[in-house]
């Protein structure tokens, strides 16, 4: 959970800051976006080839440093001095994330094979919504009363704090068996790519990351805009919304275990769209509820994906972690730039419309994985 979280603080800090960073750099709501968009790309190149290299290393081998590493981009990101060079880091931060995200979902899976990888799983992405709050929340109050520049600073400490905690508390794995030969990692690899119903849950985690951050990367545009006006501190403040995540989630995890992985799927994606109608009332308690009922069902589509993943796998679970964080970042970096065309066509009834049918390609996906 430490890990999760002290990670995802970095992942999405620039959501609540968008209109701001658009004002400042006099830039449109796609170039802004690729704040986002940046990192999550670079997640998904990097993450397979971390999965295949993690597959001879170990696994907190590979974590603990990429905590550390990943503290230098984010305190490099306060010295921007354009746009394109926020851009930059935003990219170079990217590149460390799979080694701590892939490979601690490698561990979960391996390290709770047959006493409740479920509600492992799901205390794991409980960790990340914390920190995923956390990343908005931290940045759009420091922005609003300081200096947008020293947010990253701040966050630079949290993952340096990260570091040392995981290293300090996490067991080393004891089930991990190392490849004999990279032939035999590479073999694997390829072999996850023949396995249909593992691409239909890298498809299934693709959709949902998408419909995701395209929910929360333009309802801030949404609500900065007439009649609600938030300011920078107010649109971090919408992400306490992912506090409801928090709680539900890992009760959701053993519900999982009990009741199986398409029932609890099918009622995540039900709370969504229920949340997701929600958000295009005027009321702006009313898309508040929205969002966080959308946000929970989503969290627990998560922590069901990857939960999947790991049965589906069956063995080099670190290179089909890689893997299926590829297709889950390479949805969500879609989702950052592809609503930018429906928000201009339709503005916000015209996202919903696109995140609501993205939900259920989910189920679909799901669905294809247990067959």
């Given at each position: 959970?430490?890990?999760?979280?002290?990670?995802?603080?970095?992942?999405?800090?620039?959501?609540?800051?968008?209109?701001?960073?658009?004002?400042?750099?006099?830039?449109?709501?796609?170039?802004?976006?690729?704040?986002?968009?940046?990192?999550?790309?670079?997640?998904?190149?990097?993450?397979?080839?971390?999965?295949?290299?993690?597959?001879?290393?170990?696994?907190?081998?590979?974590?603990?440093?990429?905590?550390?590493?990943?503290?230098?981009?984010?305190?490099?990101?306060?010295?921007?001095?354009?746009?394109?060079?926020?851009?930059f880091w935003r990219f170079l931060q990217g590149l460390f994330i799979p080694g701590i995200i892939a490979v601690t979902m490698a561990y979960i899976n391996e390290e709770w094979a047959g006493?409740?990888?479920?509600?492992?799983?799901?205390?794991?992405?409980?960790?990340?919504?914390?920190?995923?709050?956390?990343?908005?929340?931290?940045?759009?109050?420091?922005?609003?009363?300081?200096?947008?520049?020293?947010?990253?600073?701040?966050?630079?400490?949290?993952?340096?704090?990260?570091?040392?905690?995981?290293?300090?508390?996490?067991?080393?794995?004891?089930?991990?068996?190392?490849?004999?030969?990279?032939?035999?990692?590479?073999?694997?690899?390829?072999?996850?790519?023949?396995?249909?119903?593992?691409?239909?849950?890298?498809?299934?985690?693709?959709?949902?990351?998408?419909?995701?951050?395209?929910?929360?990367?333009?309802?801030?545009?949404?609500?900065?805009?007439?009649?609600?006006?938030?300011?920078?501190?107010?649109?971090?403040?919408?992400?306490?919304?992912?506090?409801?995540?928090l709680v539900i989630t890992p009760v959701a995890g053993r519900y999982l275990d009990r009741v199986g992985f398409l029932k609890t799927a099918t009622l995540a994606a039900c709370l969504s769209?229920?949340?997701?109608?929600?958000?295009?009332?005027?009321?702006?308690?009313?898309?508040?509820?929205?969002?966080?009922?959308?946000?929970?069902?989503?969290?627990?589509?998560?922590?069901?994906?990857?939960?999947?993943?790991?049965?589906?796998?069956?063995?080099?679970?670190?290179?089909?972690?890689?893997?299926?964080?590829?297709?889950?970042?390479?949805?969500?970096?879609?989702?950052?730039?592809?609503?930018?065309?429906?928000?201009?066509?339709?503005?916000?009834?015209?996202?919903?419309?696109?995140?609501?049918?993205?939900?259920?390609?989910?189920?679909?996906?799901?669905?294809?994985?247990?067959?």
């Amino acid at each position: 959970m430490l890990a999760g979280t002290t990670t995802f603080v970095d992942v999405y800090t620039t959501q609540a800051l968008l209109p701001f960073l658009k004002g400042i750099y006099h830039a449109s709501e796609l170039e802004v976006s690729l704040t986002v968009s940046a990192t999550i790309l670079a997640v998904a190149i990097a993450a397979p080839f971390v999965g295949l290299f993690a597959e001879g290393i170990g696994r907190k081998r590979i974590i603990v440093p990429a905590l550390f590493g990943l503290s230098i981009p984010t305190f490099l990101a306060a010295t921007s001095g354009s746009l394109h060079a926020l851009i930059f880091w935003r990219f170079l931060q990217g590149l460390f994330i799979p080694g701590i995200i892939a490979v601690t979902m490698a561990y979960i899976n391996e390290e709770w094979a047959g006493r409740g990888v479920g509600a492992a799983m799901a205390a794991y992405v409980a960790g990340t919504v914390f920190g995923g709050f956390l990343g908005r929340l931290i940045p759009g109050i420091i922005t609003t009363h300081w200096n947008w520049r020293t947010a990253f600073v701040v966050l630079g400490m949290l993952n340096l704090l990260g570091g040392f905690g995981v290293w300090r508390w996490l067991p080393p794995a004891e089930k991990f068996v190392a490849s004999s030969h990279v032939r035999e990692s590479v073999g694997h690899f390829f072999g996850h790519l023949r396995n249909t119903r593992l691409l239909a849950t890298f498809g299934m985690g693709s959709s949902l990351l998408f419909a995701l951050v395209a929910e929360f990367t333009y309802v801030n545009f949404h609500l900065a805009a007439a009649p609600y006006h938030l300011n920078t501190a107010e649109l971090g403040s919408i992400f306490f919304v992912y506090l409801l995540g928090l709680v539900i989630t890992p009760v959701a995890g053993r519900y999982l275990d009990r009741v199986g992985f398409l029932k609890t799927a099918t009622l995540a994606a039900c709370l969504s769209s229920i949340g997701l109608g929600l958000t295009l009332l005027s009321s702006l308690p009313g898309i508040i509820i929205g969002l966080a009922l959308f946000s929970s069902g989503k969290f627990v589509l998560q922590a069901t994906a990857t939960s999947q993943m790991g049965r589906v796998a069956g063995r080099a679970r670190s290179a089909a972690a890689g893997l299926y964080l590829t297709f889950y970042y390479a949805g969500g970096s879609l989702g950052a730039v592809v609503p930018a065309f429906f928000w201009k066509w339709g503005g916000w009834p015209a996202c919903v419309a696109l995140v609501f049918t993205v939900t259920w390609i989910t189920i679909l996906f799901a669905r294809a994985s247990t067959e």
